[in-house]
């Protein structure tokens, strides 16, 4: 089974060196094929800290997708943790953009509960910083989770943080004595049962805030604005807003593409903005969702693995659903967060649509490997590693620096936090709708590596993110 993981801690890491980062692979909710399933080995009395390195050491020898990158002998006595260990191993890698922490250990336990249920623990909402101007505002609030029923949005500025009423510290002095990590570090672990109190501006005013840190179940599709139709001068623009690749998605996209075929809707907006990846099996399920166009003979993507793997190599065909449209033109809207399973989608539809597509925002992250899932049961270790890459239909993989060069248009737009996604007004959407409709735009620079949120923010990750962290770019 495999998964493409997520953008994550990318942006954190670009900065300071923590042991995790965005790639792709495997889980127990991913697309059944020629990767193997998750293995389990060892037993508690293993699970030293050398026996682990050793495991992981084991493990990239056999699938990595860049063996002669790995040294021929690394002693893991010089390093305090596995993956610390890991990223020595794939330093080289590392160096020539291959592998930008895509490769990485977790916990089973965790990872499952995420892509099976979308479970994770916190307050439910993305966070952006600007560095320079010291400030923290919300991306994006989840529905059902702690901060949405507090009454935080996508708009509202964090101007302190404190562990009680009483204990408040402002985001200003938070970032300019430790840096946008500080903003992290001050909201406390990823625990239910965590409060924290946050002084709030924006719309509703000036407001104290005190929340506590719950397990919530992450909806792949929102219910105020995952699926609409715009009206754009009498036109029915099909908007699609997918925050994660998981398997409660896929009811969910079924649901928003059936109401797209309904209305007659061919042409579409995919906000995929703050998608960092997750499982291919919803990426192919998205590309069948658009394919009702498309013959089971044409080429959704192709999956590579190393020569000495090669007899796992696959193709995947459209499979064409129920619920499939036959789209004319599709406006992608993305940021350097997107990534993985959001830029197999975009990808894929490459050959296809040709010029009657576009990248609208910013350069995508740039990430055209996945990973596979190998197992150490005893020890709680799943390892994340690197061994297979993607191809579109006509052999394309060239996107290690983001998609704005690959992609036949492009339009350049702000991720306007002053109203809400899926808005006409929003910069990016009326971006969209512009290129739907003919209208001139500028396009993004190639060579522009990921787009800052309205030029200077950036989604927040904490430096040891968990797997929601990891696939949900800004999640606290």
């Known amino acids: 089974m495999k998964r493409w993981r997520g953008f994550g801690a990318l942006l954190s890491l670009a900065a300071i060196l923590t042991s995790c980062g965005g790639g792709g692979g495997s889980s127990g909710g991913g697309a059944g094929s020629s990767a193997p399933a998750p293995t389990s080995s060892g037993s508690s009395s293993a699970c030293t800290l050398q026996a682990r390195q050793n495991w992981a050491q084991g493990v990239l020898q056999e699938w990595y997708l860049f063996p002669e990158t790995l040294p021929a002998n690394l002693d893991g006595s010089g390093y305090a943790t596995v993956q610390a260990y ?23 336990r965790e990872e499952d509960a995420y892509y099976d249920s979308g479970t994770t623990a916190g307050f439910g909402f993305r966070l952006s910083t600007d560095a320079a101007q010291k400030r923290a505002f919300v991306a994006e609030s989840f529905e059902g989770a702690p901060a949405f029923a507090a009454g935080l949005d996508r708009g509202d500025e964090i101007l302190a943080v404190g562990d009680s009423p009483g204990g ?10 430790e840096g946008t990590g500080g903003v992290s570090a001050a909201l406390g672990p990823s625990t239910a049962g965590v409060t924290r109190t946050v002084r709030l501006s924006g719309p509703s005013g000036t ?46 996209l079924r649901t928003a593409f059936d109401q797209f075929r309904g209305a007659g809707v061919t042409e579409l907006i995919i906000d995929l ?38 007899s796992r190599n ?13 789209p004319m033109k599709i406006a992608f809207i993305g940021t350097g967060s997107t990534a993985s399973a959001s830029e197999l989608v975009i990808n894929a539809q490459i ?65 306007d936090i002053n109203f809400p996604l899926g808005d006409p007004r929003e910069a990016s959407v009326a971006r969209a709708l512009d290129f739907l409709a003919g209208r001139t735009c500028t396009p993004i620079a190639v060579g522009q590596s990921g787009q800052s949120l309205a030029g200077r923010r950036l989604l927040l990750s904490p430096a040891a993110p968990n797997t929601a962290q990891r696939e949900v770019p800004g999640l606290f």
Do not use: H, W
Not at 287 to 292: E, H, N, V
């Open 86 to 108: 890991i990223d020595g191993l794939t330093a080289t890698a590392r160096s020539q953009g291959r592998d930008r922490f895509f490769t990485y250990l977790t916990s089973i």
């Open 168 to 177: 408040l510290r402002s985001v200003a002095d938070i970032i300019a004595a």
């Open 351 to 415: 050959p296809y649509l040709g010029p009657n597509m576009a990248l609208i925002g910013g350069n995508t992250y740039g990430k055209p490997v996945g990973q596979i899932a190998i197992d150490r049961s005893a020890c709680d270790d799943r390892l994340r590693v690197v061994a297979f890459s993607t191809r579109n239909a006509a052999d394309s993989d060239a996107y290690f620096n983001g998609l704005a060069a690959t992609v036949p248009n492009s339009c350049t737009a702000a991720d």
């Open 273 to 310: 903005r703050y998608n960092g990846g997750g499982l291919v099996s919803t990426a192919e399920l998205i590309g069948d969702l658009l394919g009702r166009a498309r013959f089971s003979s044409e080429v959704l993507s192709r999956v590579t693995y190393r020569p000495e793997k090669a």
């Open 314 to 326: 696959e193709t995947r065909f459209f499979k064409p659903q129920a619920q499939s449209i036959a």
């Open 207 to 252: 407001r104290d805030v005190t929340m506590t840190k719950a397990d919530y179940t992450l909806q792949p599709v929102s219910s105020r604005y995952g699926a609409r139709i715009i009206d754009d001068g009498g036109r029915k623009i099909g908007y699609l807003n997918l925050r994660t690749f998981i398997s409660t998605a896929d009811s969910q």
